[in-house]
């Protein structure tokens, strides 16, 4: 068996992100999360073993979304912007997943949700507000709370080894 290749979703996504006004970045990546919610009950509806595990993580991953957009949301000027690049950024990332089978979209989701975490905790930095920089980097735990399901349920560590 092969290594699976993991990208890095940091670059996959620096066109899209970089497209989008610094301030409504974080709100643009909350969509992203959303998107991956749904992927997660797409897979939960093809891999009953773990359906619930993926339902919780899709669950995790609208909780972000939700939070994110109470604090953070994109702003009405950045609406254009940020919509252009949610549909540049959707395609750019199912192309990772695409002609892979489920096992090895989950193994490249929780190098995904890892990196995401790091997302977070880097915007958290930026925030001069306490409040906000705690609530943003609490998002970093249920970033790997996902990964850690993934990695339990496969039985991996998610090293970019299938």
């Not at 749904?38 to 595990?53: K, T, V």
Request: glycine share 6%; aromatic share 6%; hydrophobic share 45%.
């Amino acid at each position: 068996m092969s290594a699976l290749e993991i990208p890095k979703f940091a670059q996959i996504l620096g066109e899209p992100l970089s497209a989008v006004p610094e301030a409504s970045r974080p709100g643009f990546l909350a969509r992203l999360e959303r998107a991956a919610g749904a992927r997660y009950r797409e897979w939960a509806a093809q891999d009953e073993a773990n359906r619930d595990g993926l339902l919780a993580c899709a669950a995790r991953e609208e909780e972000i979304a939700e939070r994110v957009e109470k604090l953070m949301p994109v702003r009405p000027e950045d609406e254009d912007a940020a919509r252009a690049a949610f549909e540049r950024a959707r395609t750019l990332y199912a192309a990772v997943f695409e002609g892979h089978a489920l096992r090895d979209c989950m193994i490249l989701q929780a190098h995904a949700e890892r990196e995401g975490s790091l997302a977070w905790q880097a915007f958290a930095g930026q925030v001069a507000d306490d409040a906000v920089r705690r609530e943003l980097g609490a998002l970093s735990a249920l970033e790997i709370a996902n990964a850690d399901f993934i990695d339990g349920a496969l039985g991996v560590r998610s090293t970019g080894k299938a």
